[in-house]
C-alpha cells in the first residue's frame, strides 16, 4: 500500500481522550487536556452531544484532523451507534501503525455500499429542539414579563451603551447587572443558530442530522482527506512529467560512450517508476473519492426531504418564544443599567458636564450621540440609529392616565388634554376596575385619582397598582390647592385647575419623575 494511503488511513483514525481544562460559554471556546498533557483548543460548534453542554472537567473524546478538533464529544453519550468496521475498540485508533489493522480497515471500507443511519431524522430534529425547549423553560418567568424592548433592533445598542457605562464609571457592574448581561447574550447565541438554522436548511441538514451519522462523517472525512491528497498529486504528477520530459533531452544529447549517459538513464527509469506509482496512487484515491461522494450523495437524498419536513414543522413555534423572552430580558436588563446609571456620581457627572437634558435612559444617550454626528456625513449604521431614536421616542412617549369619579370630570381632563402644547399620550377612565386592566398592559408616567373612586378609595388603589403592576410613575391626588400631600402620592393638584397651571404642573411632573 502507498504511503499516501498510510498517511490517509491515519488522519482518519486520530483520536484521543481527555478532559476539558477551561470553557467560556459566552463565547463558546474551551481547551482539552489530553493524557499526555497536550492542549487542543475547540469551539462549541464541533460539540456533538445534544443533551448535554460543555463543562469544566468531563472527560471526553475528539477526533482531530490536520492536528485541529473536528469534533467532540463526553464520553457518557449514548447515540445509536453500529459496531463495525468504522469503530474498531481503540486497537484500531493505530491502524496506521499495524498494517494488518490497516489492511482489514482497507478491505471492509471497500465492501460499504450503503451508509447505514447511526441516528434517526426524527431523534435528530427532537434532540436539537429539545435544547432550546430546555434554554426557554430555564427563562420561563419572562414569559409573563409586562415589558418588552425590540431586542433585535436594540441589540447593538444596548451593548454599546453597556460598555459605554462600564468604561465611565468602573464600578458601574453589579452582581444583578452582571447577571442580566450574560443571560441576554447566551438566549442572544441561542436565538442566532436557530435564526442560522431556520433560514438555511442546508445548515441545519448538516448541522443537526449529518454530523451525528458515524458512518457519513467517516466518509466525508476520507473523502476531504482524499480530494486534498488528489490535489498534491496533480501537481507532483505535473512536474514529474516536466522533469521526465527534460531528461529526455538531456539524455539524447548525451553519447552512449559517455559515463554520464548510465547514470542519466538509471535517473530517468526511477523517475518514471515514480510516476507511474503517483498515477496509479491517483487512480486508486480518485475511485475511492468519487465512490465516497457517491455514497454520501446517495445517503442525503434518502433523508433530506424527511429531515426538512420535520425541522420547518418544528421550528415554527419556537422563533416567538425566543424572541419574546430576548424582548423581556432587554427591558428588565435595559431599565437596569439606567436604575444604576441614576445613582453613580461619575455617570450624574458626566451627564452634567456633557449637557445632557433629560431622564437617564436609553432614549436620552442616543440622542445625545446623534447630537453630535453631521447628518449629511451619515454612514447607513448611523442612518440606522435614526431609526432606532425614532423607534425609543415612540414607546418613551410620556402617557398620563386620569381616573375620576364623574362625567363632568371626564369632559373637564379631556379638555385640559386638548390644550396641552407638548407630546402626551392621555387616558380618562371613570371605571376603576377597566382603568387598573389598562394599566397592567400599558405603561404610564404619571396617574391621577379622584380621592373617591367608584369602588375603591384613591390611597388603596395606588397601593395595587404599585404591589400588582410594579409601575414607578408618579401619582397625584386631586383636592384643594394647597392641600397636604398625603403618602402615597407624589403631589396633589387641584380639581378646577386652569389650563396654564395644568400644562405647567404637568411639565413639572413628567420632568422629575426619575428623581
Known amino acids: 500500500m502507498s504511503a499516501i494511503l498510510l498517511h490517509y488511513a491515519k488522519i482518519i483514525f486520530m483520536q484521543l481522550s481527555g478532559k476539558i481544562l477551561f470553557y467560556n460559554a459566552n463565547d463558546g471556546k474551551g481547551i482539552v487536556i489530553t493524557k499526555d498533557r497536550e492542549k487542543f483548543d475547540f469551539h462549541v460548534a464541533d460539540w456533538d452531544d445534544f443533551n448535554t453542554l460543555p463543562q469544566v472537567g468531563i472527560d471526553v473524546t475528539c477526533k482531530l484532523e490536520h492536528d485541529h478538533i473536528a469534533s467532540i464529544k463526553p464520553n457518557s453519550i449514548s447515540d445509536e451507534k453500529h459496531t463495525d468496521a468504522f469503530e474498531e475498540k481503540p486497537t484500531q485508533e493505530k491502524a496506521s501503525e499495524d498494517d494488518n489493522s490497516l489492511a482489514l480497515w482497507e478491505k471492509n471500507r471497500t465492501k460499504i455500499d450503503k451508509i447505514r443511519l447511526s441516528v434517526s431524522v426524527k431523534v435528530c430534529v427532537e434532540q436539537y429542539f429539545k435544547q432550546i425547549e430546555d434554554d426557554i423553560d430555564k427563562r420561563t418567568g419572562y414569559k409573563s414579563a409586562k415589558y418588552r424592548l425590540d431586542f433585535l433592533r436594540m441589540r447593538r445598542f444596548l451593548y454599546t451603551m453597556y460598555n459605554n457605562l462600564t468604561e465611565l464609571d468602573m464600578h458601574f457592574i453589579t452582581p444583578r447587572i452582571k447577571i442580566m448581561h450574560d443571560d441576554l447574550l447566551a438566549m442572544s447565541q441561542v436565538y442566532d443558530d436557530y435564526k442560522s438554522k431556520a433560514t438555511y436548511p442546508e445548515i441545519a441538514f448538516d448541522k443537526v442530522f449529518l454530523n451525528r451519522q458515524n458512518e457519513y462523517v467517516m466518509i466525508r472525512e476520507a473523502a476531504e482527506v482524499a480530494s486534498s491528497k488528489l490535489a498534491t498529486l496533480r501537481e507532483a504528477e505535473g512536474r514529474l512529467s516536466e522533469i521526465i ?271
Not at 435612559?361 to 435614526?386: A, I, R
Not at 425609543?392 to 364623574?406: G, P, Y
Not at 390644550?419 to 387616558?427: F, G, N, T
Open 245 to 515: 520530459s527534460e531528461k529526455e533531452e538531456v539524455i539524447e544529447r548525451t553519447l552512449r560512450i559517455s559515463t554520464q549517459f548510465d547514470r542519466l538513464d538509471e535517473e530517468q527509469k526511477e523517475l518514471k517508476s515514480d510516476y507511474v506509482d503517483t498515477v496509479h496512487t491517483m487512480a486508486s484515491l480518485d475511485e475511492a473519492y468519487h465512490h465516497d461522494l457517491e455514497l454520501m450523495l446517495t445517503f442525503e437524498q434518502e433523508h433530506k426531504e424527511e429531515f426538512f419536513e420535520l425541522f420547518k414543522v418544528a421550528s415554527k413555534s419556537y422563533r416567538d418564544q425566543i424572541v419574546g423572552i430576548l424582548d423581556a430580558q432587554a427591558f428588565m436588563f435595559d431599565e437596569q443599567l439606567w436604575m444604576q446609571a441614576q445613582r453613580s456620581k461619575v455617570i450624574q457627572n458626566f451627564f452634567q458636564e456633557s449637557h445632557i437634558q433629560g431622564e437617564y435612559c436609553s432614549k436620552t444617550f442616543l440622542k445625545y450621540y446623534l447630537n453630535s454626528l453631521d447628518q449629511d456625513k451619515v454612514s447607513q449604521e448611523q442612518k440606522e440609529l435614526f431609526k432606532l431614536y425614532e423607534y425609543l421616542d415612540a414607546i418613551n412617549r410620556d402617557s398620563v392616565v386620569v381616573i375620576v369619579e364623574d362625567m363632568n370630570k371626564v369632559f373637564a381632563f379631556k379638555s385640559l388634554f386638548s390644550k396641552l402644547s407638548i407630546p402626551l399620550d392621555s387616558q380618562v377612565f371613570m371605571d376603576s376596575k377597566k382603568a387598573f386592566l389598562w394599566l397592567q398592559k400599558h405603561p404610564i408616567s404619571l396617574l391621577i385619582l379622584d380621592r373617591n373612586l367608584d369602588k375603591i378609595s384613591a390611597e388603596s388603589f395606588v397601593r395595587q397598582f404599585r404591589e400588582k403592576i410594579g409601575s414607578r410613575a408618579k401619582t397625584v391626588l386631586l383636592g384643594s390647592k394647597g392641600s397636604r400631600v398625603p403618602k402615597s402620592f407624589d403631589a396633589v393638584m387641584a380639581e378646577n385647575i386652569r389650563a396654564a397651571e395644568f400644562q405647567e404642573q404637568i411639565e413639572t411632573l413628567l420632568k422629575d419623575k426619575n428623581g
